[in-house]
């Protein structure tokens, strides 16, 4: 069975000053966890670049932002093309490691699944948590630090629907 992450997807607005953005526009994209009170776990926000600007560092340090990246509205019936920045990437993977929370954890896996294929987080070794959970330890190549990243025992139909809604996050579909 398929879990769902409630995740918001664009309104193609700025978040700030709710301007509808125009094709070919660059604009910031946030993806933060949602308030308690919300439907959705995390919320992803665009910014137009007058907005961001304006308010860059408060939102930036967010302790709830997860990631940032920056794009470009996609023309009318454009075909709409994932690139993803590693840094980004790897943003995203250490900015989620403390949570506990179900959804956190297999998107922070998933995160270390293709970190892995992009050969830039190199796995250790697998030890059993306290809980009785495997808890992987990884490392960067070319760096000694350690991270531990929780498997959450995802079947393929899981990692899969993770990562698509992990596409649909940073893609972002306006």
Known sequence: MATEYNITRTAGRCAACG???????????????????????????????????????DRAAAPDVFGIWRS?????????????????????????????????????FVLALILMRKKLL???????????RDVWTLHFRGEKDAHKVIDPNLDEEKIADVSQQLGQILEGEL
């Open 72 to 108: 470009r509205v996609p023309a009318p019936k454009e075909k709409k093309k994932l690139f993803v920045d590693d840094e980004l990437l790897v943003s995203f993977f250490e900015r989620l490691a403390d949570s506990e929370e179900p959804a956190r954890v297999q998107f922070r």
């Open 122 to 132: 190199v796995y250790d070794r697998s030890d059993r948590g306290d809980d009785g």
């Open 19 to 57: 301007r509808e953005m125009e094709p070919a526009e660059e604009f910031v994209a946030t993806i933060r966890q949602a308030d308690e009170d919300a439907d959705e776990e995390f919320l992803r926000e665009d910014f137009c670049m007058g907005c961001w600007a304006g308010a860059e560092p």
